[in-house]
């Protein structure tokens, strides 16, 4: 009897502490948007008064207090207003939020590209350039990063890397995004025999463990970047097969693709026309946030010693050879390090703003 | 007079592993002759639209033979297949889910014509007046299918299955989706069509309401559980039903 009222009574406290936990929530959830509104538009005032603050000082104090009174009002509606307003509000702002995101990240990504592509106009030195009587020099306004045990140009050396290493990722990334999707709309598409001999390929890549089987691969062809490149898509392509063989399934039976054949459409057609573009969101999200991955998985191998050789300048292996000086010029190995924790989190950032961008839901209509 | 499209025993079976197995059309045969419309009703999941996929080639029939203008089309396959939708085309249950999301209503009801070699400047035209056939505005041809009400998907959907000049027209519950007043628009629609194409349409009509049956059509199939219950003229079934479980589908109704 106890037993069965204590249950009972720990029942109802559950309860109650979860619906409250639920409400709480809401509420923060709202008033943290709300406050967002708030903040926007009153810094929005403040920048834009800023220019003009020389004119008229007065009419700028009183314009900035109505805007917050106007916030103070609008957050405190929103609480009382229970209907779709808020959530149409907090959508907006969301939205809104996830383009300027977008925005920032992708100018930050290109401009890694573009430093990749131009990279030998923009060192400062010759990066492969050896000075002896230089070597090891701590950071200086000469030498942004220091100069290594040969007295290499550490900053031209950080910004000709990113040539092997960024270049590599993308390909790596392309690679792996085309071999799975074109397998896992092969797959789903044609059901049956194919598909279950596909799929058990690509099970069989990932049962195994994906660094110790791209070591193992990079370990039988030989060390390299382009072995690393192999070993990598390797163990990387069953994921994107996957996602795009579940896509190509939920896709296949809509009635959108038996009007596709109904217009005469041959399976190409359909595949090229239809279900791809239909399907290719979800994929290409993925694959954005798998160039932060594959950066560092590269950068991983070659640190190992079994991507990059030296003296080609790529962030892991530098990282890599100058291990030991760690202690002693901690500059040499943190400067590349430092490009790749740049760079994997530009790429990774813009890709969740990305995958944010592409939820139906944070987006209105297409055109 | 010859039937344009003709049924034998069509049978298709669902199955599933650890599932028991499922007869959605149990040895359907019917006639349908050029310029007729015939009716088929029967309650949800009696496999109405099963047949209409089945005639269209879209569901492949477990047993059974369908012959459309005289040819043998069951086993066709590839580039022979694809020109029997010249000669038929379907009108899906769910307008809104049959037209691509990621093209324009336009694209959609000209790709048949596309892909049948028309240019695609004279397949604009095309659409443009099919839209205007329908009772839609030019500007449709632009908008995709999220941006539109059920009623003028519902239209598109129309407008799509006539793009090819089709003889035989399977419209699955064109108009059940909708509310009463477009019901009758889309209704007008069909009937000023069968007036102007006279004998060079014929169409099967599947609905559950036997109301609009008995206006539209000239025949019609009760399917009960996968199986014809009853065949005949409207008007004589409704008055007096030969079957037990055509009585209680009129009295459900009435
Ligand atoms: N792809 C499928 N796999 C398994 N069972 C199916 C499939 N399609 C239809 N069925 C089954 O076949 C039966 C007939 O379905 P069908 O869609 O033809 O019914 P319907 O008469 O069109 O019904 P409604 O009036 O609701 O549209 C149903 O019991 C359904 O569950
Ligand atoms: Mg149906």
Redesign the interface.
Known sequence: MKTSGDVGKDKSLGTRTGSGDVGKDKNLGTQTGSGDVGKDKSQGTRTDSGDAKADNYGANVISDLREKGGSVHGAIHINNDNNSTPMVRVQRIKKSSVRTRLIIFGVLAVMLLLCSVFCEYLTPYDPYLQDLGNAKAAPSPEHLFGTDRYGRDMLSRVIVGSRTSIYSTLLLVAIITAFGTIIGVTCGFTGKKPDAVLMRISDIFLAFPGLVFALAVAGVLGGGLQNAIIALAAISWPKYARIARSQTLSQKE???I?????????NL?IIFK?IL??IIGPILVTSMLDIGTMMMELAGLSFLGLGAKPPTAEWGSMMSDTRSLLSTTPWVTLSPGLAIFVSVMIFNLLGDTIRDYADPRSRG??? | MESILYAENLTRVFSRKGQQELVAVDHVSFELFPGECLGIIGESGSGKSTIAGLVTRLIDPTEGRIVLEGRDITTLRGKELRDIYKTIQLVFQTPAESFDPRCSLGDGIGESLVNSGMRRSEAGREVERLLDECGLDKSFAGKYPFEVSGGQCQRAAIARALAIKPKVLVCDEATSSLDVTIQKDIMELLMELRKKKGNDLSILFICHDIALVQQFCDRVLVMCHGRVAEEGIPDDIVRNPGNEYTKRLIESIL
Do not use: D, F, Q
């Not at chain 1, 038996?258 to 041959?266: F, I």
């Open positions: 809509m009635p959108y038996r009007a596709a054949r109904l217009a005469g459409c041959s057609k239809h573009p239909n209509g297409r055109k």
